[in-house]
């Protein structure tokens, strides 16, 4: 610290802003300066690399810009503010991290003016809590890299904190510099859970992990997506299908797919999810696990045909395995075929 800023008048000075006793500088013509040199619990600048700058805030006062300043000006730890008239000022130094947002340190008081320049040290102490920054990536699908939100066909991500309740950030901000800002946390261990929803609302991607946090700095935190959703693919065609027998031969044009889980939870409203019948084939996307189907339709005539309630077909969904079209069906796979017989 430069010696000839180190003085200061102890008159009107509040202690819990932390200044030093000293003797008054000699006063000057107009109005007077007023220097504050600060520490952070009693670290200078370079040793506190965390701290960027500093905000100072004076009320009624006005300072270039906005009274942010660099921790480190022209050699020494601190700022001279000038044109003071005599009186009795309140004052807050904030030191801030490198996004010149996040406060890391913070001290209060008061000093009075009275015809001489003032000098006042001050040692800022760190905030009760800090922060970190979460950022976040996706699996690959395929080989073919999924490096951006709209690429894993992502909209949102639910993040929680130390099991304290989901927040819903878009997912853009976990890939865009410096992250998604936490909020203020005390120093130590978090554990941290996010999961990735598509435009529905449906879950496609989750991940957890910890992070540590100190007080003075501000921590960045890199997280990986898993896949949490597969794919199944079914191939389907009417009993007597070989001797040519077809969707419009049967006077179908729609079909219903319902998929349960393990314990019978049907995986789509009502009675299942719409298939257009001539098409032969239908995809679905669930979470891991393994599932039963029913495929079933009626033509006008009240004709019910169906994959087979007592037998369904059974799927096994493999996380971030999304089998092709027209794939080869094979049983108790990601990819199977039914035979839908008439009743």
Excluded at 10 to 17: S, T, Y
Excluded at 143 to 164: E, F, K
Excluded at 253 to 258: E, I, R
């Amino acid at each position: 610290m430069n010696a000839k800023l180190a003085l200061l008048w102890v008159a009107g000075v509040a202690l819990p802003a932390c200044i030093i006793e000293g003797t008054p500088p000699p006063a000057t013509t107009g109005g007077a300066t007023l220097t504050f040199n600060w520490s952070f619990a009693n670290a200078t600048c370079a040793q506190t690399p965390t701290v960027a700058s500093v905000q100072v805030t004076m009320p009624g006062q006005q300072f270039a810009s906005n009274g942010l300043y660099p921790c480190d000006s022209a050699g020494y730890d601190g700022i001279s503010l000038t044109d003071f008239a005599d009186g009795t000022y309140d004052f807050t130094l904030q030191g801030l991290a490198a996004d010149n947002v996040t406060v890391l340190f913070s001290a209060s008081g008061t000093v009075t003016i009275q015809g001489a320049d003032l000098v006042a040290n001050v040692n800022l102490q760190p905030v009760a809590g800090t922060m970190a920054y979460l950022s976040w990536t996706f699996p690959d699908l395929g080989g073919v890299a999924q490096s951006t939100c709209a690429a894993a066909g992502v909209a949102t991500v639910d993040v929680n904190i130390d099991q304290q309740g989901s927040v819903s950030v878009p997912c853009p901000t976990g890939q865009t510099a410096p992250g998604y800002p936490t909020p203020t946390l005390d120093a130590g261990t978090h554990a941290v859970s996010l999961v990735a929803l598509d435009s529905k609302g449906l879950q496609r991607y989750a991940t957890s992990g910890t992070f540590l946090t100190s007080l003075g700095q501000t921590t960045s935190q890199g997280l990986s997506f898993q896949w949490t959703v597969g794919g199944a693919q079914m191939a389907f065609a009417l009993e007597n299908a070989d001797a040519g027998v077809d969707c419009a031969d049967a006077g179908l044009s729609a079909l219903t797919l319902q998929v349960f889980d393990s314990h019978g939870v049907p995986q789509f409203p009502g009675y299942g999810q719409a298939v257009t019948c001539s098409g032969g084939e239908v995809g679905v996307t669930l979470a891991t696990g393994s599932y039963s189907a029913v495929l079933s339709g009626a033509n006008d005539a009240g004709t019910v045909y169906s994959s087979g309630a007592q037998t369904p077909v059974a799927l096994t969904v493999q996380a971030g395995v999304f089998p092709a079209a027209a794939c080869a069906p094979a049983a108790d796979t990601d990819c199977v075929s039914a035979v839908l017989q008439a009743h």
